[in-house]
């Protein structure tokens, strides 16, 4: 059984319609990439989900039960992250997280292994003193995520977590979030318009765009909607109008690209044969420099599947 069940849930600000009959299912354990540009609903839906927000129409069940008939005890299992950071800057990274470990409902010995442990994973040990002003954005992120899993929540929440974080910190932040599924079986839903970390960082992947589903599956599921044909890059010393005549009407070349002045990419089905292309070069005299296959990103399937380039 699936442990978050979402059903054709609606949503409009006044004439405006932010969600679209979205569905979807989450298994237990699962890191469920939920994509989009910004403006595609996903804040939204996540509120919905949290029960921050009513939906207009629609349901969600975690673990089979109603989010509105058992509130309290689906908000217990769940940690969230919003995008922007809940810390108190006042106080230093423990002291936050043993305040929020109170709100929790947890104290003594067992607030203090929590405590321990949360800074363990999101590797704040050593800056657990330190005043919240003293500490990078990454940092500030990772005591955020810290806080969330306090309660071991079996469901995470990620809302755009690495917005304004360094490299090493969005690192560290995969790292953490790995380690939380795979060691305590955390069921986790990442939301961002960055395509390159979702694909880097999950398994399942809903993509949304104006409130309506555009694809969703495997990553390998996603590429073979709209990538059964191949992308081939070759680099050449010279190219000339008459190569690029001759590549194009290559059997089996479905478009052909010029980047720069020295290298060409094709797309090509099964008809394609990699050595007439080779020869129409030799033919121009042309000296190729590298020839290699592109596999095609997310960002390549959402830019097919919608027309447009995820930030825009």
Avoid: W
């Avoid at 995520?145 to 090493?168: F, R, S, W, Y």
């Avoid at 059964?228 to 070759?234: A, C, E, G, R, Y």
């Avoid at 720069?260 to 089905?269: A, K």
């Amino acid at each position: 059984m699936s442990i978050i069940k979402v059903e054709n849930i609606t949503k409009r600000f006044k004439d405006k319609l932010v969600l679209d009959n979205i569905s979807f299912d989450i298994e237990e354990g699962e890191i469920f990439g939920l994509i989009g540009p910004n403006g595609a609903g996903k804040s939204t839906l996540i509120n919905i989900i949290t029960n921050l927000m009513m939906a207009d129409s629609g349901n969600v069940f975690v673990e089979g039960k109603n989010l509105l008939e058992d509130t309290i005890y689906i908000k217990s299992i769940i940690g969230l992250v919003p995008q922007e950071l809940a810390i108190i800057e006042q106080l230093t990274p423990y002291d936050n997280l043993e305040y929020f470990g109170y709100l929790y409902g947890l104290s003594g010995k067992l607030l203090k292994d929590r405590i321990n442990e949360a800074l363990e994973f999101a590797g704040l040990v050593d800056v657990k003193k330190k005043k919240i002003s003293k500490l990078s954005g990454g940092m500030k992120r990772r005591l955020n995520l810290a806080i969330a899993i306090l309660n071991h929540p079996k469901i995470l929440i990620l809302d755009e977590p690495t917005v304004g974080v360094d490299p090493q910190s969005r690192n560290h932040i995969f790292d953490f979030l790995r380690k939380l599924s795979n060691e305590n079986n955390t069921t986790i839903i990442y939301t961002s318009h960055y395509m390159e970390e979702v694909e880097h960082l999950c398994s399942k992947i809903f993509i949304i765009d104006e409130g309506k589903e555009i694809a969703s599956g495997t990553q390998d599921y996603l590429k073979s909607l709209v990538f059964s044909n191949k992308k081939l890059n070759i680099k050449i010393d010279k190219i000339s109008g008459d190569l690029l005549f001759n590549l194009k009407n290559l059997k089996g070349v479905v478009s052909l690209e010029e980047n720069e002045n020295t290298c060409i990419s094709l797309v090509v089905d099964e008809d394609f044969s990699l050595s007439n292309a080779i020869s129409l070069i030799e033919y121009d005299k042309g000296s190729i420099s590298e020839i290699n296959y592109e596999n095609p990103s997310l960002e390549d399937v959402f830019l097919n599947l919608t027309g447009k380039n995820l930030r825009d």
